[in-house]
Antibody, heavy 120, light 107 residues
Framework: EVQLLESGGGLVQPGGSLRLSCAAS????????MNWVRQAPGKGLEWVTA????????YYADSVKDRFTISRDNAKNTLYLQMNSLRAEDTAVYYC?????????????WGQGTLVTVSS | EIVMTQSPVTLSVSPGERATLSCRAS??????LAWYQQKPGQAPRLLIY???TRATGISVRVSGSGSGTEFTLTISSLQSEDFAVYYC?????????FGPGTKVDIK
């Protein structure tokens, strides 16, 4: 059974940093691309970033480019999202999602999400 | 960036009736279109990918069609578990953009 468990969310001040983690199990982690998708309160889904199975390629939404960094540790089956220079508009539930190929935004399994609140 | 639009915003349907949801892309996405269902407080769930392929465990009452820029999700004989928000997403080009969603509620 595929499981994705996010952690690391919380309250942070504008301009601050936070690192999210996603522990994966139930599949061969290194074979699949992974994504972060976020959802602001009461709003729709917004793709944030993707990383290839090997970790050698990554893509970012313009809204987070140069502020967020996606990475993965295939030995630990864990996905990360380093978020710097956080803004109020980054407030959202952040979902970790498993891609269906080595790098894609097509996701077949999603975690339950972790809430990030950016506020003073 | 490819812009996805969905209609209607809200669809009120009686249990047992059919629901038809539409999704349009601002340019061709070929058949690289997915549909997700999301219930309150839950993560999205993949229903359809490649425009018409049902994901694992998805009921045969759920079907997808279309290609290019026009797509449709059909749910026949709505049941209580089908009342939710539905999002389409294209993955033909980066970034993979989502539509704004269609809420299916009980009439």
């Amino acid at each position: 059974e595929v499981q994705l468990l996010e952690s690391g969310g919380g309250l942070v001040q504008p301009g601050g940093s936070l690192r999210l983690s996603c522990a994966a199990s139930g599949f061969t982690f290194s074979n699949y691309g992974m994504n972060w998708v976020r959802q602001a309160p009461g709003k729709g889904l917004e793709w944030v970033t993707a990383i290839s199975g090997s970790g050698g390629s990554s893509y970012y939404a313009d809204s987070v480019k140069d502020r967020f960094t996606i990475s993965r540790d295939n030995a630990k089956n864990t996905l990360y999202l380093q978020m710097n220079s956080l803004r109020a508009e980054d407030t959202a539930v952040y979902y970790c999602a498993k891609g269906m190929t080595t790098i894609t935004t097509r996701n077949d399994y999603w975690g339950q999400g972790t809430l990030v609140t950016v506020s003073s | 960036e490819i812009v996805m639009t969905q209609s209607p915003v809200t669809l009120s349907v009686s249990p047992g009736e059919r629901a038809t949801l539409s999704c349009r892309a601002s340019q061709s996405v070929n058949s690289k279109l997915a549909w997700y269902q999301q219930k309150p407080g839950q993560a999205p769930r993949l229903l359809i990918y490649d425009a018409s392929t049902r994901a694992t465990g998805i009921s045969v009452r759920v079907s997808g069609s279309g290609s290019g820029t026009e797509f449709t999700l059909t749910i026949s004989s709505l049941q209580s578990e089908d009342f939710a928000v539905y999002y389409c997403q294209q993955y033909n080009d980066w970034p993979g953009t989502f539509g704004p969603g269609t809420k299916v509620d009980i009439k």
